[in-house]
RNA sequence: GGUCCCAUCGUCUAGGGGUUAGGACACCAGAUUUUCAUUCUGGUAACACGGGUUCGAUUCCCGUUGGGACUACCA
């Protein structure tokens, strides 16, 4: 195999989608494996969809999720620049080559032109309705012109695109490495353009030259890009490169979680997940994203969800680090059917990930809340409190979001707790407990069972039938932690403190 | 509409001419647990349909149906 070198090409017009994510991740993956380079470069031809800090986001949203780009923006490397609107020159040189060559042409015709012929073949009845080899000649470029008109045109400043001429017919073969071998007639190929009127190339252009300049050994693209990989072939053909060009494979689509269709934004929000790794703010609209960062997804389990939608290593193993994943990972294994994006998979592999790591790492991410909140908390505190918590949570907030009554008191109690367990044998043992616990100095988990259970053994009473009246004393909830350590968190003091403040304030309810 | 792609439990998928069609998520039940969660055990659940080929097709071929992508001077 030659060196393999695989590009990631996103265009800065937004958000990186997840898709994105996934298909940036394949690629890289089979990088890492064939010990090759990973390539990012940024397809910003479009002038008009140009959105400032998308490619910002993008570095950075690889950067989180662990996809380290070896050459390209920001990096730099021997084939630079990797932005193609810093290559303008180049394309324009080969766009001239291929009208020297006359497989390409200029055309003059306006956007009502186009639209005019659409719907002159439509009401003809025309199955397709395109530029081709069918309609070419009735149009206006120099394939009609004489060569002064159109020398004529272009000097006094007419605009133009360049187009591809497509033959009239015959069959292009492109041998994709998931779908095999597939064919399409020339004749439904349009001549797409390839130099747009503002000198910028189009995608197809762009992406061929590049490609080829850059020694891209895989084109690892989503599927939507298969319909056109003909017109690529061609291109490859028609520039000479056809022994150069790169192999192919065209990854399956990430479907709706319900229903039929490509993945949008639309749908993460309404059924409430994420769709970009990291929050997005459009600078247009001011609409807010938030990203799976921001959700409490760790970038290993996202990673490790993304790897398995479409691909698998057919071994029933399912938790995977980068390095495994680089180490499992073929194309021969990668499906053919597009994949619903299932998000309670991504939780699951969220909650195996954060389970996990160590008191220490989790105890960062709940520090991180406590600071938006302004609590101070030691490392050693917030990693015990991670330490219990840790088999109970699914995100990394949830460590915050459902330990607030380790930092605050209670201030509501409730309601099914206190109305079935909070009766008068709970407000003994209680009242007894927190007499004992008074006494101490320092607190442990062993201690307070212990002392409970003493407390509940002199009053006749089994300690499982008031245990959840204590623990909604604490910390004002039916569920938690255990609720020992809880205490043992909380100190002597706060413990005392609490019941009696429950004692007090809920003494009236019965 | 046209072109192309796709089709195994609800979801992600393994498998492949002869299998009790395997795993994971989700779901349900039981066990453990001071609660909830975790964990453990068990369970429900799939080869879209119709033709071929074959001794035998879920697997190979064709068609149908269904779904998807593309169909811009966007990528």
Redesign the pocket.
């Known amino acids: 195999m030659r060196e393999v070198r695989v590009r990631f090409?996103?265009?800065p017009?937004g958000a990186l989608h997840i898709g994105g994510v996934r298909t940036a991740l394949y690629n890289y993956l089979l990088a890492r494996k064939h010990k090759g380079t990973m390539i990012l470069r940024i397809?910003?031809?479009?002038q008009?969809?140009f959105v400032p800090g998308a490619e910002e986001y993008i570095a950075e949203s690889l950067g989180w999720v662990g996809i380290q780009i070896d050459e390209g923006v920001n990096v730099g490397g021997a084939y630079h620049p990797y932005r193609?609107s810093e290559r303008k020159s180049i394309y324009k040189e080969y766009a001239q080559k291929l009208i020297d060559s006359g497989y390409a042409y200029y055309?003059?015709?306006?956007?009502d032109d186009?639209e005019a012929m659409?719907t002159r073949l439509k009401v003809a009845g025309s199955?397709?309705?395109?530029?081709s080899a069918a309609t070419r000649m009735s149009m206006n470029n120099s394939l009609v012109l004489s060569e002064e008109e159109t020398k004529n045109k272009i000097d006094a400043g007419e605009?133009?695109?360049i187009r591809l001429k497509v033959p009239a017919e015959g069959e292009i073969q492109i041998q994709?490495l998931?779908?095999?071998?597939?064919?399409?007639?020339s004749s439904?190929?349009?001549d797409?353009?390839l130099?747009?009127?503002?000198g910028?190339?189009?995608?197809?252009l762009?992406?061929v030259v590049d490609d080829y300049l850059m020694k891209i050994s895989h084109v690892i693209r989503?599927?939507?890009?298969?319909?056109?990989a003909p017109l690529h072939v061609l291109l490859y053909r028609y520039l000479g490169w056809e022994k150069e060009m790169p192999q192919f494979a065209?990854l399956?689509?990430l479907?709706k979680?319900?229903?039929?269709?490509?993945l949008s934004k639309r749908d993460a929000d309404q059924m409430g997940f994420p769709i970009f790794p990291l929050t997005w703010m459009d600078p247009n609209s001011s609409e807010l994203a938030t990203g799976f960062r921001e959700s409490g997804y760790l970038p290993e389990a996202l990673i490790n969800f993304l790897a398995?939608?479409?691909?698998?290593p057919?071994?029933?193993q399912?938790i995977f680090s980068m390095d495994e994943l680089i180490e499992a990972f073929s194309i021969e294994?990668i499906?053919?059917?597009?994949?619903?994006?299932?998000i309670?998979?991504a939780?699951?592999?969220n909650?195996?990930y954060l389970?996990a790591k160590s008191n220490e790492e989790l105890a960062l991410y709940l520090l991180d809340s406590l600071k938006a909140e302004h609590i101070e908390c030691s490392n050693e505190k917030a990693a015990k409190i991670c330490g219990i918590m840790k088999?109970?949570?699914?995100f990394t907030h949830d460590f915050w979001m459902q330990g607030k009554f380790f930092f605050n008191a209670p201030t509501s109690y409730d309601e099914q707790v206190i109305a079935k367990k909070w009766n008068a044998e709970a407000i003994h043992v209680l009242t007894g407990f927190s007499q004992e616990i008074s006494k101490l100095s320092k607190l442990t988990?062993d201690v307070a069972?212990f002392t409970l259970e003493a407390v509940t053994a002199n009053l006749g009473i089994g300690?499982?039938k008031i245990?959840?009246a204590?623990?909604v004393s604490i910390t004002g909830?039916?569920?938690?932690?255990?609720?020992?350590?809880t205490m043992e968190i909380l100190g002597s003091e706060e413990v005392v403190s609490r019941i009696q403040h429950a004692l007090k304030t809920l003494k009236k309810t019965i």
């Open positions: 090409a996103p265009s017009t397809e910003d031809t479009d008009t969809r193609q055309a003059f015709d306006t956007s186009l659409r199955s397709n309705q395109q530029y605009t133009y695109v994709d998931i779908r095999g071998e597939v064919k399409v007639d439904q190929i349009d797409k353009v130099m747009k009127s503002d910028m190339p189009t995608y197809h762009a992406n989503g599927e939507e890009w298969l319909p056109s065209h399956p689509l479907l979680p319900d229903g039929n269709g490509k398995f939608l479409g691909w698998n057919g071994t029933e399912e294994r499906g053919k059917a597009g994949a619903r994006f299932d309670q998979k939780q699951w592999f909650q195996q389970k088999e109970r949570v699914t988990a069972k300690t499982g245990l959840q204590l623990r909830g039916a569920s938690g932690p255990d609720l020992m350590m």
